[in-house]
């Protein structure tokens, strides 16, 4: 019953470090998004693909980069970090086609830009 | 753009009781589901109910329907019977038939009260 799981659970990083959170799924979903969670802002998509070797710009990219070279997993990448990337991330996941569908979450990735 | 609007304060709810959430959005688009989202403390996102938005009755999953009025762009959530585990933030998000983005509100808490 894995779902959509995201590593690092928590991460904290100095201004200027790269990092990459790894998002997996097992449900053999075609499309796959990460947004961010900020107080009082709700969840804000950053990027998202609609399969292998797709990616696209969501409403607040700059700063991101991702891939998805497998099916199954979606990276999204932080160059070099910035205290304003300091948020809560969510990968989520779901078939394509079914307008009805909603997002499979993962947990949540804490990352901490010091 | 589409937008989502969750305006209400925190609410506090009497246990056993029912609360309304208030969701409004805006697009030009006729063909699009409306979703709702619960993120208790622990964090995760929990599905909890869809409407499209050519269902002709209002969506019911459980404790939990949906107050769909069209005309007024209005899909609000309506909890019967509150209890204890429903004390969680929740969120209206709306995707456009054709679009792959699930736009999100900014939430609204609710705390339910013994």
């Known amino acids: 019953n894995a779902g959509v799981t995201q590593t690092p659970k928590f991460r904290v990083l100095k201004t200027g470090q790269s990092m990459t959170l790894l998002c997996a799924q097992d449900m053999n979903h075609e499309y796959m998004y990460w947004y961010r969670q900020d107080p009082g802002m709700g969840l804000r998509l950053i990027h998202y693909s609609v399969g292998e070797g797709t990616t696209a710009k969501g409403e607040v990219p700059d700063g991101y980069n991702v891939s998805r070279l497998k099916k199954q997993n979606f990276l999204l990448g932080l160059e070099s970090a910035a205290p304003s990337q300091t948020s809560v991330y969510f990968c989520?996941?779901?078939?394509?086609?079914?307008?009805?569908?909603?997002?499979?979450f993962g947990e949540g990735s804490r990352l901490t830009v010091l | 753009a589409q937008k989502i609007t969750q305006t209400q304060p925190g609410m506090f709810v009497q246990e056993k009781e029912a609360v309304t959430l208030d969701c409004t959005y805006d697009?030009?688009?006729?063909?699009?589901?409306l979703f709702w989202y619960k993120q208790p403390s622990s964090g995760e996102m929990i599905f909890l109910i869809y409407q499209g938005s050519y269902d002709q009755q209002n969506a019911t999953e459980g404790r939990y329907s949906l107050n769909f009025q069209k005309a007024r762009k209005s899909a609000n959530l309506v909890i019967s019977a509150s209890q204890l585990g429903d004390s969680a933030m929740y969120f209206c998000?709306?995707?456009?038939?054709?679009?792959?983005?699930?736009?999100f509100g900014k939430g609204n808490q609710v705390v339910v009260i013994p």
């Open positions: 989520a996941s779901r078939t394509a086609g079914d307008y009805t569908g909603e997002l499979f």
């Open positions: 998000a709306m995707r456009r038939y054709g679009n792959n983005r699930l736009a």
């Open positions: 697009t030009s688009d006729p063909s699009y589901g």
